[in-house]
C-alpha cells in the first residue's frame, strides 16, 4: 500500500512539475513578444514622423558601387567636391541621397547595403564640409528591370 502512494506521489509530482513548466514557457513567451512589439513601436514613430522627401529634378552626381560593397567608388571624392561646389552656389538648398539595389538577393541584405552606401556617401559629404543638418537620406530603392546591373547598385545625391 505504502509504495502505491509513493508512486502515486511520484506521478503527481511530475505532472505538478510539468504544468508549471508549461505555464513558465507561456508566461516567458508572451512577455518576449510583448518586448519585441514595444520595441518595434518607437521605430514605427519615428518612421511616421520623419516625412519623406521627394527627389526633385535630376541627379547632381550617381556613385556606382562593387556588388554587395559599400566602400566609396575611386572617383567619390570629385564627386563629392561636385557637390559641395553646388551647395556653396545655393546655400539655402539641401543635399538628397537615394540608394537603389536590384532585386537579387533577400531583399534586407539589400536593403541594408544600400543604406550602408547611402551612408558612406553621406559621411562623405559631410567630412568634405557640409553641415550634417543639410543632408537627407531617402529609403533604399529597389531598381526594377533589366537594365545595367551597375545602375542598380547606386546612390544618387540631388541638390534641391
Not at 9 to 15: A, E, P, R, T, Y
Not at 107 to 121: F, P, Q
Amino acid at each position: 500500500m505504502q509504495e502505491d502512494d509513493d508512486n502515486q506521489n511520484l506521478v503527481l509530482g511530475i505532472l505538478f512539475g510539468v504544468i508549471a513548466l508549461v505555464i513558465g514557457l507561456v508566461i516567458g513567451l508572451a512577455s518576449y513578444v510583448t518586448g519585441q512589439t514595444r520595441e518595434a513601436a518607437p521605430a514605427a514613430v519615428a518612421a511616421v514622423e520623419a516625412p519623406e522627401i521627394a527627389e526633385v529634378g535630376e541627379p547632381l552626381i550617381k556613385l556606382y558601387f562593387d556588388s554587395g560593397k559599400a566602400e566609396l567608388p575611386a572617383n567619390a571624392a570629385e564627386e563629392v567636391a561636385k557637390v559641395v561646389a553646388k551647395l556653396h552656389e545655393e546655400p539655402a538648398k539641401l543635399v538628397l541621397i537615394s540608394g537603389y539595389h536590384d532585386e537579387t538577393g533577400g531583399a534586407a541584405v539589400n536593403a541594408e547595403v544600400a543604406k550602408a552606401r547611402a551612408l558612406a556617401v553621406k559621411d562623405a559629404l559631410i567630412a568634405a564640409g557640409i553641415p550634417a543638418d543639410k543632408v537627407n537620406l531617402r529609403k533604399p530603392a529597389i531598381t526594377l528591370g533589366g537594365g545595367d546591373a551597375a545602375e542598380a547598385r547606386r546612390v544618387e545625391v540631388r541638390v534641391q
